[in-house]
């Protein structure tokens, strides 16, 4: 079984910054993608940003220039570096990562748990 464990949300004022990491634990052979999405209260689920195994990154428009995602794949983690936070980054943020099991040598998506971020103004 493949778990995805998220840390480093928090409460931050506008302008401020954090850093979210991701790190999969489990039995599997490797991971191809790994990003992470964010949900509002009352919006849907959007995604942030995701990196691919060469390093090859994504964002939504709303946050270029501000965050940057980056990955270790010795330690299976992902990383969001956000900076200069602003109240509508507000919400949980989800990291995902698309494994490839040793059970069946297929590609499955596992997400975190969660992790809360809230932008005061």
């Known amino acids: 079984q493949v778990q995805l464990v998220e840390s480093g949300g928090g409460l931050v004022q506008t302008g401020g910054s954090l850093r979210l990491s991701c790190t999969a634990s489990?039995?599997?052979?490797?991971?191809?993608?790994m990003g992470w999405y964010r949900q509002a209260p009352g919006k849907q689920r959007e995604l942030v940003a995701n990196?691919?195994?060469?390093?090859?990154?994504n964002y939504v428009d709303s946050v270029k220039g501000r965050f940057t995602i980056s990955r270790d794949n010795a330690k299976n983690t992902v990383y969001l570096q956000m900076n200069s936070l602003k109240p509508e980054d507000t919400a949980v943020y989800y990291c995902?990562?698309?494994?490839?099991?040793?059970?069946?040598?297929?590609?499955?998506?596992?997400w975190g748990q969660g992790t809360q971020v809230t932008v005061s103004s």
């Open positions: 990196i691919i195994r060469s390093g090859s990154t």
């Open positions: 995902y990562a698309e494994v490839l099991s040793t059970s069946n040598a297929k590609f499955s998506d596992y």
């Open positions: 489990g039995i599997f052979f490797s991971i191809s993608d």
